[in-house]
T-cell receptor, first 118, second 116 residues
Framework: DTAVSQTPKYLVTQMGNDKSIKCEQN?????MYWYKQDSKKFLKIMFS???????INETVPNRFSPKSPDKAHLNLHINSLELGDSAVYFC?????????????????FGPGTRLLVL | AQSVTQLGSHVSVSEGALVLLRCNYS??????LFWYVQYPNQGLQLLLK??????LVKGINGFEAEFKKSETSFHLTKPSAHMSDAAEYFC??????????????FGRGTSLIVHP
């Protein structure tokens, strides 16, 4: 069973198009994230949702809009795609267990969606 | 603000040699520290983490790391490299404050190359 899954795995599209990436986790976690990894492997957090509510929204263009229909899903919609959006996008999830402190959680990553904008 | 610096974007070792990947952190509060590994075309997975218990942390696949507060370091080691260890390794730090949200900060990664 896949813990954190993303679709599609590859996405090739033209500049100006709108696209969505879907993420699902079956771990029962309460927090989900979107990360962007650039061509130099630098990993940057974009958004974080806890129990369907947005808790972290880093400096990301308004063209990126996350949506969490329920705790197990966090989708990412991108409008008017630009060349600079080409990257690998990772979904991740985590859960704060009782007896642990905030910040100790392990992040579980999906396999990534490789986006190429032409 | 928290940050991590990984010295060396690439580290090359021979199979069977010691692996040492360096990570230094900067944090205004006691940190939690993590090492993640990313195999080609995969997502990141946790190798080990320090959460203020034992300073020497053992992880999966024979890796371990030691938290040294005086040196603000959390270097990753493995006594004997295997070909299968070739991957990208990320050090990460998060604040240990309670309540509110936190943002884990990742280093820029170190690519481990293992030669036969």
């Amino acid at each position: 069973d896949t813990a954190v899954s993303q679709t599609p795995k590859y996405l090739v599209t033209q500049m100006g198009n709108d696209k969505s990436i879907k993420c699902e986790q079956n771990l029962g976690h309460d927090t989900m994230y979107w990360y962007k990894q650039d061509s130099k492997k630098f990993l940057k957090i974009m958004f974080s949702y806890n129990n369907k509510e947005l808790i972290i929204n880093e400096t990301v263009p308004n063209r990126f809009s996350p949506k969490s229909p329920d705790k197990a899903h966090l989708n990412l919609h991108i409008n008017s795609l630009e060349l600079g959006d080409s990257a690998v996008y990772f979904c991740a999830s985590s859960h704060k267990h009782s007896g642990t402190k905030l910040g100790q959680e392990t992040q579980y990553f999906g396999p990534g969606t490789r986006l190429l904008v032409l | 603000a928290q940050s991590v610096t990984q010295l060396g974007s690439h580290v090359s070792v021979s199979e069977g040699a010691l692996v040492l990947l360096r990570c230094n952190y900067s944090s205004s509060v006691p940190p939690y520290l993590f090492w993640y590994v990313q195999y080609p075309n995969q997502g990141l997975q946790l190798l080990l983490k320090y959460t203020s218990a034992a300073t020497l942390v053992k992880g999966i696949n024979g890796f371990e790391a030691e938290f040294k507060k005086s040196e603000t370091s959390f270097h990753l080691t493995k006594p004997s490299a295997h070909m299968s260890d070739a991957a990208e390794y990320f050090c990460a730090v998060s604040p240990s404050v309670t309540g509110g949200s936190y943002i884990p900060t990742f280093g820029r990664g170190t690519s481990l190359i293992v030669h036969p």
